[in-house]
């Protein structure tokens, strides 16, 4: 029977992060991972979407004046409050092919750091979007559960999860936060340095996309060995005669361009560390620390980690899931996770 039942159970887990958006539909897993990216044409002041997700990214940065491409979510929080809605719509109807018989329950993760206000307008958003209740869990709880640690135990798990708005430093225990940091640094902002970094040095100006581009084909948080590492062609616009052109870029000059926002990751952790309890530290020292979210992919983080605070730093299996299916289990063991859903107002 709860196979059945679970045929038409809607209910869903949804990560709305700045970057990427998935939807975790209970008893079937994540189902839907797509860019937070919504495309508009706009005529006569009238805005009609044009596109969501994958389609939508196509257009960044590359659209006419009649189309505006947005991301609604910036640092992990709603920005552009219609837009949002259109968007959680959108990839909630993608997901329920049939027309649905029930309002689903939906539950969310929110930054740690957000403020009511933030939280209010995730709320709203989900729930005109259709959803019967809104549920909030804190994003470092998601992805503790996510990443598979036994955050119930009385025993300190540290997570941090570096998503593209914001990076979460948390020390878990007994299913709670003891100590949470959000800083407004991750893939973006990695992003944002590649292109000042090139601008500054080379007198090239490229777009968001290549920048991206070449942080997730080259990107690494440390020096290479050799001084020099791999290299790839990237093209943009020349600053000094205005044409398009050419270069090479190798990957000490990415990993020189990152070393501002890696440091700033470093120090989180850090911070975090020191306003650790004890008993709790202790714990971190024998579990070591757990990365998840998409900038744990960058290139040897992890060791970078490990050199500023000589813990032992440990990749997520699945870092770019992990907020998401976290979320998920929240939504699958609700009885045992009450606590850190949030469902009032």
């Given at each position: 029977?709860?196979?059945?039942?679970?045929?038409?159970?809607?209910?869903?887990?949804?990560?709305?992060?700045?970057?990427?958006?998935?939807?975790y539909?209970?008893?079937?897993?994540?189902?839907?991972?797509?860019?937070?990216?919504?495309a508009?044409?706009?005529?006569?002041?009238?805005?009609?979407?044009?596109?969501v997700?994958?389609?939508?990214?196509?257009?960044?940065?590359?659209?006419?004046?009649?189309?505006?491409?947005?991301?609604?979510?910036?640092?992990?929080v709603?920005?552009?409050?219609?837009?949002?809605?259109?968007?959680?719509?959108?990839?909630?109807?993608?997901?329920?092919?049939?027309?649905?018989?029930?309002?689903?329950?939906i539950?969310?993760?929110?930054?740690?750091?957000?403020?009511?206000?933030?939280?209010?307008?995730?709320?709203?958003?989900?729930?005109?979007?259709?959803a019967?209740?809104?549920?909030?869990?804190?994003?470092?709880?998601?992805?503790?559960?996510?990443?598979?640690?036994?955050?119930?135990?009385?025993?300190?798990?540290?997570?941090v999860?570096?998503?593209?708005?914001?990076?979460?430093?948390a020390?878990?225990?007994?299913?709670?936060?003891?100590?949470?940091?959000?800083?407004?640094?991750?893939?973006?902002?990695?992003?944002?340095?590649?292109?000042?970094?090139?601008?500054?040095?080379?007198?090239?100006?490229?777009?968001?996309?290549?920048?991206?581009?070449?942080?997730?084909?080259?990107?690494?948080?440390?020096?290479?060995?050799?001084?020099?590492?791999?290299?790839?062609?990237?093209?943009?616009?020349?600053?000094l005669?205005?044409?398009?052109?050419?270069?090479?870029i190798?990957?000490?000059?990415?990993?020189?361009?990152?070393?501002?926002?890696?440091?700033?990751?470093?120090?989180?952790?850090?911070?975090?560390?020191?306003?650790?309890?004890?008993?709790?530290?202790?714990?971190?020292?024998?579990?070591?620390?757990?990365?998840?979210?998409?900038?744990?992919?960058?290139?040897?983080?992890?060791?970078?980690?490990?050199?500023?605070?000589?813990?032992?730093?440990?990749?997520?299996?699945?870092?770019l899931?992990?907020?998401?299916?976290?979320?998920?289990?929240?939504?699958?063991?609700?009885?045992?996770?009450?606590?850190?859903?949030?469902?009032?107002?």
């Amino acid at each position: 029977m709860a196979g059945f039942a679970s045929l038409f159970s809607s209910d869903m887990a949804i990560d709305l992060g700045t970057a990427n958006t998935l939807v975790y539909v209970k008893g079937r897993g994540v189902i839907l991972s797509e860019p937070s990216v919504v495309a508009y044409h706009v005529k006569d002041g009238v805005k009609k979407v044009l596109a969501v997700g994958e389609d939508a990214k196509l257009m960044l940065g590359r659209t006419p004046g009649s189309i505006e491409a947005i991301r609604p979510m910036r640092e992990g929080v709603i920005a552009d409050f219609d837009t949002a809605e259109e968007m959680i719509k959108h990839f909630i109807r993608k997901v329920h092919k049939r027309s649905t018989f029930s309002k689903p329950k939906i539950i969310v993760c929110v930054p740690h750091g957000a403020t009511p206000v933030e939280k209010r307008a995730i709320r709203q958003s989900v729930l005109s979007a259709g959803a019967r209740r809104a549920g909030l869990i804190a994003e470092p709880i998601a992805a503790a559960i996510g990443s598979g640690m036994p955050i119930t135990d009385p025993t300190g798990n540290m997570v941090v999860d570096i998503g593209g708005g914001t990076t979460e430093v948390a020390v878990l225990s007994l299913g709670d936060i003891v100590y949470a940091r959000s800083v407004r640094v991750g893939g973006d902002r990695m992003d944002e340095a590649i292109v000042s970094y090139l601008r500054r040095q080379h007198n090239l100006l490229i777009g968001e996309s290549t920048a991206e581009r070449i942080k997730t084909s080259i990107g690494t948080a440390r020096m290479p060995d050799d001084g020099r590492g791999q290299s790839m062609q990237i093209r943009g616009r020349d600053l000094l005669n205005g044409v398009p052109k050419e270069t090479e870029i190798s990957q000490a000059q990415v990993a020189e361009a990152l070393a501002e926002p890696v440091q700033q990751i470093c120090e989180a952790v850090m911070t975090a560390l020191e306003a650790t309890p004890p008993d709790l530290a202790a714990d971190i020292v024998d579990r070591g620390v757990m990365l998840t979210g998409g900038g744990a992919l960058l290139g040897q983080l992890d060791l970078a980690l490990r050199e500023q605070t000589g813990l032992a730093i440990s990749v997520a299996d699945e870092s770019l899931n992990c907020v998401a299916l976290g979320t998920g289990k929240a939504l699958e063991y609700e009885k045992q996770l009450r606590h850190v859903i949030d469902y009032d107002s």
